[in-house]
T-cell receptor, first 113, second 115 residues
């Protein structure tokens, strides 16, 4: 089967750095994405890694190791508004070539003052 | 504002009711998706449409019936639902099925409660 594992909850303080890990087991891996979802809101795209290494976008960075089937999202200089759920997702092609995204169960990040 | 609009935002229905969820995207995308989001569970893919044609049905029970009249609109018709179908139903779109980052543009979802 195909699955993604990520921690269910993470707590950190304002100004800190937090890392959310994601391990995956899928077929036809093309890349790893991260999405952010605030309570009552739509999931929004944060980053995508197709190749090994670190991608940086402002305070957020995402890392991928294809050989380890592992990635992480790094959030720096945490702000209260970063409190949200974070999902990793794998682009995996089924036989019908639907461009499916398979999601992890999400990590709830709580940022405290 | 993601460019994907879902209505209604909240819906309460009995098990014998028939209702529909609507999704409209203003992004010019060709692929549209329905996902189910239940508490503490991964987003679960339900259906995929590309250029109005269904390309994926992820073994969804027949009490959920999708309809895609054109590339901008997607419906999910609901009938004879069960309480365990209560969840947030998310619509998403992307330019096409292949290429790019695979970024999905999500609506804010329709929160469904089945009594």
């Amino acid at each position: 089967g195909q699955s993604l594992e990520q921690p269910s909850e993470v707590t950190a303080v304002e100004g800190a750095i937090v890392q959310i890990n994601c391990t995956y087991q899928t077929s036809g891996f093309y890349g790893l994405s991260w999405y952010q979802q605030h309570d009552g809101g739509a999931p929004t795209f944060l980053s995508y890694n197709a190749l090994d290494g670190l991608e940086e976008t402002g305070r957020f960075s995402s890392f991928l190791s294809r050989s380890d089937s592992y990635g992480y999202l790094l959030l720096q200089e945490l702000q209260m508004k970063d409190s949200a759920s974070y999902f990793c997702a794998v682009r995996s092609y089924g036989s019908s070539n639907t461009g499916k995204l398979i999601f992890g169960q999400g990590t709830t990040l709580q940022v405290k003052p | 504002e993601t460019g994907v609009t879902q209505t209604p935002r909240h819906l309460v229905m009995g098990m014998t009711n028939k209702k529909s969820l609507k999704c409209e995207q203003h992004l010019g995308h060709n692929a549209m998706y329905w996902y189910k989001q239940s508490a503490k569970k991964p987003l679960e893919l339900m259906f995929v449409y590309n250029f109005k044609e269904q390309t994926e049905n992820n073994s969804v029970p027949s009490r959920f019936s999708p309809e895609c009249p054109n590339s901008s609109h997607l419906f999910l018709h609901l009938h004879t639902l069960q309480p365990e179908d209560s969840a947030l139903y998310l619509c998403a779109s992307r330019p096409g099925l292949a290429g790019g980052t695979g970024e999905l543009f999500f609506g804010e979802g329709s929160r469904l409660t089945v009594l």
